[in-house]
């Protein structure tokens, strides 16, 4: 029996399945306020798509329905704080672009190997000291302790700057 009786095509199927796992991120939907619902529903679609490296990088051909009540969602939090629409759009696609981009760049720099990973890391650093790049040093040593605190850290200079934007009627 072939899926394909069950579903038009092979991008049907991966269109599903990439909308099973956004039905995994948590629509915060009782918070106190927009900047708290925002940064949780932001942090579970960041964790979600971690426990899912290949669907952030697979971009599905249509938005299941997990995937539009995510996005339904982080508007709505936009507009009930206060956003215009043009503002909530643009908002919404650059929290969107931030989550992205943080979980690819977490997922390149994931060790895969904890020998190898320290092996690399204490030959860049002899490097770096060599050349006396101590700026760099402080920076790749910060790197073994960040553990997704970066992310947060992003995030609320992203919010801090909605905030900021709230109120004006310009979308710049």
């Keep these: 029996m072939s899926i394909y009786h069950h579903l038009p095509s092979k991008q049907a199927v991966i269109d599903g399945i990439v909308d099973l796992v956004w039905a995994e991120v948590t629509l915060t939907g009782d918070a106190r306020d927009w900047r708290t619902a925002v940064r949780r529903t932001a942090r579970?679609?960041?964790?979600t798509l971690l426990h899912h490296p290949w669907a952030n990088r697979i971009r599905a051909t249509s938005g299941g329905p997990a995937r539009m009540a995510y996005i339904d969602a982080s508007l709505g939090h936009l507009r009930s704080a206060g956003f215009t629409p043009e503002q909530a759009f643009h908002a919404h696609h650059v929290l969107e672009a931030y989550i992205q981009g943080y979980v690819i760049q977490a997922l390149d720099f994931a060790p895969t190997d904890a020998a190898t990973e320290l092996e690399q890391r204490?030959?860049?650093?002899?490097?770096?000291?060599?050349?006396?790049?101590?700026?760099?040093?402080e920076h790749v040593n910060l790197h073994a302790s960040e553990q997704g605190s970066g992310f947060d850290f992003g995030l609320m200079l992203l919010l801090d700057g909605l905030d900021a934007r709230l109120g004006r009627r310009d979308p710049q």
């Design 44 to 47: 579970s679609a960041f964790t």
């Design 122 to 137: 204490d030959a860049a650093l002899a490097y770096l000291e060599q050349v006396g790049h101590t700026h760099l040093i």
